[in-house]
């Protein structure tokens, strides 16, 4: 299974867009790339899925590289309403069972 | 129902008890999972099911964790003689099959507390 790696943290300000990086070198042919949001108390929720080059959505968009090693959720414009825990996930297709999160990355939007 | 369904919602145990936590997963889901978030932490997988093949265990953190899953629906998790580190909220998610592109959708949880 890929082993992702995400920043632990970051800091932004209304309306500012925030990049977030995650790393999965191992990451083999059939694996996607999905990214959730889960705020306190809550369950985490899918936000966009990827597996090549750039994916857009309502929310956010998904850069993903060419050797697709990483990989950036992009969220435009952030409100106090994104201040939550974004995790990366990279699960593979045949046996995409044990579906492992990594650490997340917290993100504090700042008035 | 229209979305993952997880009771009890909160539960406040002793410690030695059993517990058993339910999963109603997405109608016509047939990959279910479970996993373990303590307070400020990650998401720790604990088991996963997939239609009638034996289920992947590999997460569950000791013999005091147990799950099942009847009909191919429903999903028990049981934790006997609970511990006080078994406190945490315990996620359930479900998706239409055991493959990278599909969406898992998690219930809203069920926060356990030993004492």
């Known amino acids: 299974l890929a082993k992702t790696t995400q920043p632990i943290s970051m800091d932004s300000y209304e309306g500012q867009e925030v990049n977030i990086t995650c790393s999965h070198n191992?990451?083999?042919?059939?694996?996607?790339i999905t990214w959730y949001q889960q705020f306190p108390s809550q369950g985490p929720r899918f936000i966009i899925q990827g597996y090549k080059t750039k994916v857009t959505n309502e929310v956010a968009s998904l850069f993903i590289p060419a050797d697709r090693k990483s990989s950036t959720l992009s969220l435009p414009r952030v409100s106090l309403s994104d201040t939550a825990v974004y995790y990366c996930l990279v699960a593979r297709g045949a046996a995409g069972n044990k579906l492992t999160f990594g650490g997340g990355t917290r993100v504090l939007v700042k008035p | 129902g229209a979305g993952v369904s997880q009771s009890p919602s909160n539960k406040v145990t002793e410690k030695g008890k059993d517990v058993e936590l339910r999963c109603d997963p997405i109608?016509?889901?047939?990959?279910l999972y479970w996993y373990r978030q303590s307070l400020g932490q990650g998401l720790e997988f604990l088991i996963y099911f997939q239609g009638n093949s034996a289920p992947d265990k590999s997460g569950l953190p000791s013999d005091r964790f147990s799950a099942e899953r009847t009909g191919g629906s429903v999903s028990t998790l049981t934790i006997q003689r609970t511990q006080q580190e078994d406190s945490a909220v315990y996620l359930c998610a479900s998706s239409f099959g055991g493959t990278a592109g599909n969406t898992i959708y998690f219930g809203e949880g069920s926060w356990l507390t030993v004492v």
């Open positions: 191992n990451i083999a042919t059939n694996d996607y």
């Open positions: 109608s016509g889901h047939t990959a």
